[in-house]
Each structure stands twice: as structure tokens, then as C-alpha cells.
């Protein structure tokens, strides 16, 4: 029962998440994703078959890419940061605002039965972790993570062409260094994860 909340939870933050990218390249001026059908909040629009397959066995993974065409945007490649920030930014808000229900509903948590309290708490706090690990994960600058287009959106002409064709053409080899660096080193990243969770717990 637990691996099926915590893997809704993520299948509801990764699809507000993705949501988030196409609302702000429509605001921006390009209308690919509202055309393709992502400017949706139903979940099927957006997970990726892989990624999904990785929640189911894992319990972590990703949704499928929102297409943004940069000539489109009101500033083109340097307006590609909002629509990349987007995403994270909203896993943040998602992050707060399942924070203040926790502390509004901290009193009915401790006079809850030891059930109850269990479910309840246990929710809000998976809702609070996953967000916040979804928000830093996705900022690595890796394709398709939100990290790279950020760093892109700001490089001059020259230098953000190549820094992409050589992010794409070894994006598994980075994804696989940053795979044993974590597994290495795991305080690096869960550590503040842990120190911002405690902080909004």
C-alpha cells in the first residue's frame, strides 16, 4: 500500500511538474507543448515509459520531456531558463504548501490514533521529500534534466552549442558517473535534502 502512495506521488508531482514547463513556454510564446497535448494535468500525457517503469520497480524515475522550440520564445534561447526553471520551481511550491498542511494539521496528527497519525503524517511527509528531491535532482545539468537548459540558456552563441551537442552525445555516460557518485557519496545530495526536510518539518 505504500509503494502505491509514494509511487502516485510521484506520478502527481512529476505531472505538475511538467505541467508547469509547458504553461510557462505558452506564456513565453510557444505554443508546441499546448499543440502536442501537454498543457494537461492528466498524468498519461506526460509519463515516459522507462521512467515509469523505473517508479514501478524503484520507486524513482521521470516523465517525458515538454517539447519547447526556443525560436518560438519571446527571447528565444534566452528565455529557455524560465521555461526550465518552471518545473523545479514548482515542485518547491508544491513542497511549502504540503509543508504549512502538515504544521495546520500537526494537532489533528497527534490525536490521531497511532493509525491514523501513521497515514496521514507518513503522506505529507513523502509528499514534502519527493518534491524537494525532484526540485535538486532535476537542476544536475544533464539532458533532458532542467539543469542543462538553465546553464544553456545563459552560454554565449558558440560556446552553448557545443556545451549541448557534448552534454547529448554523452548523456548516459554523465547520468552513469553521477549514478556512482551518489551511490559513493550519498551525503553530498540527501544530507541538505535531509537539512531542508528537517528545517520544513
Known sequence: MEHIIIISIFVFS????????????????????????????????????????????????????????????????????????????????????????????????????MRDSFKLSSFLYTMIYVNIILAIFNLFPIPPLDGSNIIYSFLPDKIAKEYMRILYKYSILWFFIIFLFLNTFPNVIFKPIRLILNFLI
Do not use: M
Open 14 to 113: 512529476l505531472t505538475i511538474h511538467e505541467y508547469s514547463h509547458a504553461y510557462a513556454a505558452l506564456i513565453l510564446g510557444d505554443t508546441t507543448a499546448r499543440d502536442q497535448g501537454r498543457l494537461t494535468l492528466n498524468p498519461l500525457k506526460h509519463l515516459d515509459i522507462l521512467g515509469t517503469l523505473l517508479i514501478l520497480i524503484i520507486g524513482f524515475g521521470w516523465a517525458k520531456p515538454v517539447p519547447v522550440i526556443e525560436n518560438n520564445l519571446i527571447k528565444k534561447r534566452r528565455s529557455l531558463y524560465i521555461v526550465a526553471l518552471a518545473g523545479p520551481l514548482s515542485n518547491i511550491i508544491l513542497a511549502i504548501f504540503f509543508t504549512l498542511c502538515f504544521h495546520i494539521f500537526s494537532n489533528e496528527i497527534e490525536y490521531a490514533t
